[in-house]
Nanobody
Framework: QVQLVESGGGLVQAGGSLRLSCEAS???????????MGWYRQARGKQRELVAT???????NYADSVKGRFTISRDNAKNTVYLQMNSLKPEDTAVYYC???????????WGQGTQVTVSS
């Protein structure tokens, strides 16, 4: 099992910044040397979509809509992935979900979600 705990959402004006954090724990997480971990988002009335992921041991993947504005990073010592969001736009408003799947896992893991609201 893997547990994902998110933090860092909130309300910000357009052009502002936020940083999301996702801390992972659990026995399965500890034994997976290769995994995908990152962020998806779901706006009201829309499908969940990829924002950015880290593909361990190396590599990142970003949605075209956030390239150049968002940066995903990780702290292996803290089992935490971060999403630095700059130049936020009202269309970035959504619930952001942390995602994880390890090489030995047979299912996806999701966090509880954190609301990001960008006002115009």
């Amino acid at each position: 099992q893997v547990q994902l705990v998110e933090s860092g959402g909130g309300l910000v004006q357009a052009g502002g910044s936020l940083r999301l954090s996702c801390e992972a724990s659990g026995s399965t997480f500890s034994r997976n040397s290769r995994y995908v971990m990152g962020w998806y988002r779901q706006a009201r009335g829309k499908q969940r979509e990829l924002v950015a992921t880290i593909i361990s041991p190396s590599g990142t993947n970003y949605a075209d809509s956030v390239k150049g504005r968002f940066t995903i990073s990780r702290d292996n010592a803290k089992n935490t992935v971060y999403l630095q969001m700059n130049s936020l736009k009202p269309e970035d408003t959504a619930v952001y979900y942390c995602y994880y799947r390890g090489i030995y896992d047979t299912r996806d893991y999701w966090g509880q979600g954190t609301q990001v609201t960008v006002s115009s």
